[in-house]
């Protein structure tokens, strides 16, 4: 399992814009995605920094979803005004993962 980790800090009056991007565009295509295990979206309002921790069945996956640059920050042009910073990160799982029962 990969488990991505996306980080990025929205600029100064535009969260809910980013927000609404995220649950209009890219949840709708994560759901769409082979080998995509689960996703975590979250927001922190008052410090303006979003988080995505994503997993992912394996590194096969991400390539088939990011190209030849499936470790970088993928930005659409119409977003760029919207973020401040942006990173990404990628850890392999290992040991026993322990999961929520009845969770949503």
């Known amino acids: 399992?990969?488990?991505?980790?996306?980080?990025?800090?929205?600029?100064?009056?535009?969260?809910?814009?980013?927000?609404?991007?995220?649950?209009?565009?890219?949840?709708?295509?994560?759901n769409t995605q082979d080998g995509v295990l689960g996703y975590y979206p979250g927001i922190?309002?008052?410090?303006?920094?979003?988080?995505?921790?994503s997993l992912w069945k394996n590194m096969e996956a991400l390539r088939a979803i990011g190209g030849e640059h499936w470790d970088?920050?993928?930005?659409?042009l119409e977003e760029l005004d919207l973020l401040e910073e942006v990173y990404?990160?990628?850890?392999?799982?290992?040991?026993?993962?322990?999961?929520?029962s009845g969770a949503p």
């Open 44 to 53: 922190d309002s008052k410090t303006r920094e979003f988080l995505m921790i």
């Open 1 to 30: 399992m990969i488990i991505r980790v996306a980080r990025a800090k929205i600029s100064d009056g535009k969260v809910e814009e980013f927000k609404e991007k995220i649950e209009k565009l890219w949840i709708p295509w994560l």
């Open 88 to 100: 990404i990160r990628h850890y392999e799982g290992f040991g026993q993962a322990w999961e929520l």
């Open 72 to 76: 970088k920050v993928q930005i659409n």
